[in-house]
């Protein structure tokens, strides 16, 4: 499917294409459950994902959006990427609805109980399968919250990496790509070499919506490309629970707190509150 905008989806392929002009830009997304139905196992420590609804990570919707400006400005390709089962396709087709050139789905039986060391080395070799410039992902996932992933797959490639960023400013004459990172009390202007992996700082780019012809080509005719351990040139005994160091060591679920409240009908009677209650705390 072709637009002004867009190159054309190759759904037959054996690997990364070769001669794209501009940049080849890999955006992470992951399949998590609805936060607001989520469970914890309290066998397990777990999260219960089988009877939440799953959805796009929210930080992700940054994600694709960073990657695409990057597009609008270089050129190139948009390829999204996704580490689960077969149902994790849901994701993959809505970024290619906002505007992805194509997808991958990373799935293999062995990865299943992957904590964030074997899944961030398992995607740093797909970003180097796909032959990526720059990998971007949104700065963590809803369901775990650790932020340890972006950071992971430029420790694993041993790639520069640029993090908690708000603003990205392509430089291809300097074979560089430069952002604007939040920092404690400010921000800083950074530039880095590529091939980089950019953590995007969650709610700074405002997602594009999805186009009408590119929602119906992603859920009709749209298959991404099947990437297996075996494609990826990994070991069984590099991935998977085995190989994952996180333990959970308890959990405790916390009884909420009784607070008192008190209801006043005029700012005088409002402060002479706070004075009582500070002079008690006191």
Known sequence: MDDDNHEAVDTDRDG????????????????????????????????????????LNAPDRDALEAALSIRDEVGGTVIAFTMGPPTATDVLEEAVAMGCDDAALVTDRAFAGSDTWPTSYTLAKTAEYLEADVVVAGEETTDSSTGQVPPGIAAHNGWAQLTYVEEVDPLPERNQLAARRDVEGGHERVAADLPVVVAVAYGEFEARPAELHRKIYAENDFEPMELTADDLGIDGDEVGMDASPTQVGGMETVEPVERENEVVDTPEELLEAIVDATEVDA
């Open 16 to 55: 990364p294409s070769d001669g794209d002009d501009g940049w080849r830009i890999v955006v992470g997304v992951k399949q998590v459950p609805d936060s607001d139905e989520v469970k914890i196992d309290p066998d397990t420590g777990r999260l219960d994902r089988a009877n939440a609804p799953a959805v």
